[in-house]
């Protein structure tokens, strides 16, 4: 997706989505500094306490308790400022037909993306079980998901009113826009993010209350929607065409993608970047999506008894896993096996590595593997290394970015996947370096930045990546303590 563009300071903006999309959030997060506790050398960027969207007593007392352990002064700085930054500035908590009722936008676009919306609240889903207040925002947050995958399980984004058009020009496309629909790029990642956070939620607090008939029916809409995107009997109901100059915005055979052999995997037509796919086989999305079946499984049985609804989904996983196994990867050039990026199911293959989640990069953060596996350690050295297309160097650091920016781009999102999927102390302690110096002064993360210069940067406001480096610290202070005692 597509938002503020910001070059030089946070105050220099333009905009660059389609749309009327507006930036004044951004620049808020600036605004009224407070002196932080865990140094006087940094003042908070967090609104006031008036105006944040929401507070949760649990994750003030987890900011209190992790801050007190990070010796760093600037990377206390920027947890404090990141980690709450979706309850500060992206939840809309409301209640809907008698039920609570959760609207995130990503940051500074006014829309809701399944994927982003469930990683931006997966940080605090730990702490849900400590918190009314926050397990009421997950409720909601999980019914919204459902009620949207019910309008359209093949859209990306929605619009908080469920009857309004897009607010991102995508009202001009060839697709079958409905109402309520922000963006409709058919994404797999989309309808898995969903589940994952289902389950995070489940196992966090055994709470079966959004788990009511509406969620079972928007999850057998899922599990449907996956098995016409094998495309075993023809192309599905889903094409999409726009009028563009960018190929990664449209899709070629009208709208309907790149042709492929019917191998029981899953088609993803857009990866988690938004942009098109190149092959309609996107192997992190397929390995993404055999796990968070499982998960959904888990939910379906547990909190529902639904047997048969869960042996439906161990079943799609079991296919596609299977499949995976043979078409999903590829030889890395010295006689190994690793996992393709992309595939078609006629033995072609790209290899590349994408900073947006799920990629090869960060299959360990979505339970689809271990980080020791073979096959992965394999695949994430070869996509940090000139072998990817998109992995960069720089003189201010070296990353993954994607077409999604341009060349050069690096996002900080691919560091702290690094940083979350290693064992090696020196290589998270050199992660952490490169997100310390790379901020450009702003106290948060943003999309990308360039490989050369950190005060070109896209996007001020940008709440996953700000909570997935929350997540990194939470990360380490459970796995890696020793590290955040040292200062870099």
């Known amino acids: ?91 809309h908590v409301a209640t809907l037909d008698g039920k609570p009722d959760t609207f995130v936008i990503t940051g500074d676009i006014e829309a809701m993306w399944l994927r982003d919306s469930s990683a931006q609240l997966q940080s605090y889903v730990h702490l849900a079980d400590k918190d009314e207040a926050l397990r009421r925002l997950f409720r909601g947050a999980i019914r919204r998901q459902a009620r949207c995958i019910l309008i359209d399980p093949y859209a990306n984004a929605f619009m908080h009113d469920p009857q309004a058009g897009s607010n991102l020009g995508a009202v001009h496309d060839a697709t079958e826009m409905k109402p309520g629909v922000a963006e409709r790029k058919w994404e797999l990642d989309s309808l898995c993010y969903p589940l994952r956070l289902a389950d995070a939620y489940w196992q ?168 020791s596996d073979p096959t992965y350690q394999r695949t994430r050295a070869l996509a940090w290394s000139g072998r990817n297309p998109y992995f960069f160097k720089g003189t201010a650091a070296e990353g993954i970015g994607g077409p999604h920016k341009g060349l050069g781009m690096i996002w900080p999102m691919s560091i702290i996947t690094r940083a979350m999927t290693t064992e090696d102390d020196d290589e998270i302690r050199q992660c952490l370096r490169w997100l310390k110096t790379t901020h450009a002064g702003t106290g948060f993360m943003h999309e990308s930045f360039d490989k050369d210069d950190p005060s070109h940067f896209s996007r001020s406001w940008f709440a996953w990546a700000n909570g997935l480096f929350g997540e990194l610290i939470l990360d380490l202070e459970r796995r890696r303590p020793a590290l955040l005692a040292e200062r870099y």
């Open 204 to 371: 966090a607090t055994h709470d079966k209350a959004p788990f009511d008939d509406e969620w079972a029916d928007a999850m057998r809409t899922v599990v449907r929607t996956l098995r016409e995107q094998q495309r075993k009997d023809g192309d599905g109901p889903y094409t999409f065409e726009r009028d563009t100059r960018r190929s990664t915005e449209t899709l070629m055979l009208k709208g309907v993608g790149a042709p492929t052999r019917k191998v029981g995997l899953i088609h993803s037509m857009f990866r988690p970047s938004d942009d098109a796919c190149t092959l309609p086989f996107l192997i992190p999305s397929n390995l993404f999506a055999v796990a968070a079946l499982r998960m959904l499984a888990t939910v379906l049985n547990e909190a529902r008894g639904d047997a048969a609804a869960a042996t439906d989904c161990l079943a799609l996983a079991a296919e596609v896993e299977a499949a995976l196994q043979i078409y999903g990867v590829m030889d890395d050039g010295a006689g190994n096996k690793v996992w393709a990026f992309e595939t078609d199911g006629f033995g072609n293959t790209l290899f590349m590595d994408d900073a947006n989640v799920p990629s090869l990069s960060a299959l360990p953060l979505l339970g689809v593997c271990a980080m």
């Open 1 to 91: 997706m597509e938002g503020t563009r910001v070059a030089g300071t946070v105050n220099e903006i333009r905009l660059t989505r389609r749309a009327a999309l507006t930036a004044t959030g951004g620049l808020a997060l600036a605004s009224a500094p407070r002196a932080m506790a865990a140094s006087n050398s940094f003042q908070s960027r967090r609104p006031d306490i008036a105006r944040r969207n929401f507070t949760s007593m649990a994750v003030e007392k987890e900011i209190a308790r992790v801050t007190a352990r990070i010796a760093d002064p600037e990377i206390a700085w920027l947890f404090a400022n990141c980690y709450p930054n979706t309850l500060d500035t992206t939840v």
